[in-house]
Structure formats: structure tokens, C-alpha cells
């Protein structure tokens, strides 16, 4: 959304490239979760509320469409005249995305929960805040890696508000979910964990 705002051309160019790179991988990932490929379309052909892995295939749906069209804007020359067409309608499209991206981030935090690790089927309240908070200081620190400095103002604050979310969730979570939080604070999670942490 910040991309958006004038100035932000290189930014909103690149981080709209770098998502659809992202979403290659989100989606060859999650077929080959499904063990067969062919599973992908058929997870199509019902929407089941109450499966995360049907879920989480609806929004990976809902969220290719707009940001497939708006780096398509981003990558057509401008003298061309459906240019000026693609562009006009990736904004739309790119806000579409933009509503749907958050859950993007955190489904698979509910597909963790569904497991028999009690660490994870213990935190759901959290750990979605967890994913969506750590995939917003990434993506933001991507595009501050992939901008000149004075451009990056929105990435910034993007990453920054993505990290605070992470920390704080995770530290809830940690306090929050009993005796099973001793996975998160010892032994070598809890070491890669704190290291995590103070990079962030």
C-alpha cells in the first residue's frame, strides 16, 4: 500500500516483482504438500471452512489473480496501448491482494495447530500473529535491501510494525500457553529462537 503512494514507483515495481517470485514458491510448496499435484484442483472444487489446507488453497486463489495482474502492469512496456488498461486495472486488482495477504501469511500457522505437536496445536490464538507479523518484517526488509535508502520510507515502517507484531506475539505466546512453552525456552529451538530475535 505504501508502494502505492507517489514516489514509491521503484518500490511499488519491486516489491510487486518480488511477491509474485514469493508466490511461485508458496504455491509449488503447498501442491507439493498435497503429495499428489493433482490434489491442488481438486481442493478447487469445494471450499471446506473447517479444513486449513482448503482454506488456505482459497486464499492462495483469491490472492494470485491481483498480484499476477499488477506485476504484469509493472512489466509491460508503456508505449504498448493495453498497457495503460493493465495498469489501470492493477490497482484494483493489487488492493484485492493487499485484504487477502495477511491470511496468506498466517494460514499456515493454522495448518502447524492442526498437528499432534502440543507446542504447536496449543497456540493457535498465536501463532498466526507470529507468521503474519515475521512475513511482514521480512518482505519489508526485502524491500529495503532492494530500494535506494530515501525510497524505502514505507518498507521501513512496514518491517518495523511486522517485527514489533512478531516479538510481542511470540513473548505472549510464550507466557500464555502452560507448561508446553518449555519447547520455546530451552534447548537448541530456544537458542535459534533468541538469535532469531535479536536480528529482528
Do not use: C
Not at 518480488?18 to 493433482?38: E, K, M, N
Not at 491442488?40 to 483469491?62: E, N
Not at 489473480?65 to 486495472?89: M, S
Not at 521501513?156 to 507484531?165: D, Q, W
Request: proline share 8%; no cysteine.
Amino acid at each position: 500500500m505504501g508502494a502505492a503512494l507517489p514516489g514509491g514507483a521503484r518500490l511499488r515495481r519491486r516489491a510487486r516483482l518480488t511477491a509474485v517470485a514469493a508466490l511461485g514458491a508458496s504455491t509449488y510448496f503447498l501442491v507439493s504438500d498435497l503429495g499428489r499435484p493433482l490434489r491442488f484442483h481438486h481442493m478447487l472444487r469445494v471450499a471446506k471452512p473447517t479444513s486449513p489446507m482448503s482454506v488456505g488453497t482459497w486464499i492462495l486463489a483469491g490472492y494470485s489473480p491481483g498480484i499476477g495482474l499488477a506485476a504484469v502492469g509493472e512489466l509491460l512496456p508503456a508505449r504498448w496501448r493495453v498497457t495503460r488498461l493493465v495498469r489501470r486495472l492493477s490497482r484494483p486488482a493489487s488492493l484485492t491482494s493487499a485484504v487477502l495477504a495477511p491470511p496468506l501469511a498466517g494460514y499456515t500457522a493454522i495448518l502447524l495447530a492442526q498437528t499432534a505437536v502440543p507446542a504447536w496445536n496449543t497456540a493457535p490464538p498465536y501463532l498466526p500473529f507470529v507468521f503474519t507479523g515475521s512475513a511482514a518484517a521480512s518482505s519489508g526488509g526485502l524491500a529495503m535491501v532492494l530500494v535506494p535508502p530515501e525510497e524505502a520510507g514505507p518498507a521501513r515502517t512496514f518491517a518495523a510494525v511486522g517485527a514489533a507484531a512478531e516479538l510481542v506475539a511470540s513473548r505472549m505466546m510464550e507466557h500464555r500457553i502452560g507448561m508446553v512453552a518449555e519447547a520455546y525456552t530451552t534447548g537448541r529451538a530456544h537458542t535459534l529462537r533468541r538469535w532469531s530475535e535479536y536480528l529482528t
